[in-house]
């Protein structure tokens, strides 16, 4: 079974710096979703990933996806406190939209 | 439409009470999926359903654990003589068609087992 693994597993950065979380999967992807989770409540859509190389950006958060080292990045610009949270990478597993995965990365912001 | 709603939100039982979750999907989608997720860890798949249809069930998915989706709308999903290992976030998604882009998910029930 396809396992995903992220790191750092949790991140405390002072507002407005930069940042980078990474997801490395067992297996080959073929399709890495991030999902941003605010504490005991359910997740978020952010981005899909798909091919390799592929690279997508939305406001202030950056994702790529490097096919060949099996492995996603999110980047974060100029960190603000609305970015707090759990950020879940998940791989496609290709049946039926199911998803695996990883345990997630707690990021703090820092006023 | 206010999105995937579940109910209730959060759940606090002894152990070995039966306890019932339910998820209203976002109407129209065909699809409802059930995750459980525990403190420190992502969500865990647990079973499928395609309109009333239950086509997957995870191996996570003990004997005493149902889901049922009578009308393909609605779903609930049953837990009998609960353990304290049952203590999780049960989180409820649906989508309309294929693509994991799709999914909404709820806010989830959290399930304390005492």
């Known amino acids: 079974s396809q396992e995903l693994e992220q790191s750092p597993q949790s991140l405390i950065v002072q507002e407005g710096k930069n940042l980078t979380i990474n997801c490395t999967s067992s297996?080959?992807?073929?399709?890495l979703y991030w999902y941003k989770q605010k504490y005991g409540e359910g997740l978020i859509f952010l981005m899909m990933?798909?091919?390799?190389?592929e690279e997508k950006s939305h406001e202030k958060i950056t994702a790529k996806l490097d096919e060949k080292k099996q492995q996603s990045s999110l980047h974060i610009t100029a960190s603000q406190p609305s970015h707090a949270g759990i950020y879940l990478c998940?791989?496609?597993?290709?049946?039926?939209?199911?998803?695996?995965f990883g345990k997630g990365i707690t990021l703090s912001v820092r006023p | 439409d206010t999105g995937v709603s579940q109910d209730p939100r959060h759940k606090i039982t002894k152990r070995g009470q039966n306890v019932t979750f339910r998820c209203d999907p976002i109407?129209?989608?065909?699809?409802l999926y059930w995750y459980r997720q525990t403190l420190g860890q992502g969500p865990e798949f647990l079973t499928y359903?395609?309109?009333?249809?239950?086509l997957e069930k995870s191996r996570l998915l003990s004997d005493r654990f149902s889901a049922e989706r009578p009308k393909g709308s609605f779903s609930t999903l049953e837990i009998q003589r609960t353990e304290q290992g049952d203590s999780a976030m049960y989180l409820c998604?649906?989508?309309w068609g294929a693509g994991a882009e799709k999914l909404f998910f709820g806010s989830g029930t959290q399930l304390s087992v005492l």
């Open positions: 990933l798909q091919k390799g190389g």
């Open positions: 359903f395609q309109n009333e249809a239950q």
């Open positions: 297996k080959t992807l073929y399709g």
């Open positions: 109407s129209e989608h065909n699809r």
């Open positions: 998604a649906s989508s």
């Open positions: 998940g791989a496609d597993t290709g049946a039926n939209s199911k998803l695996t």
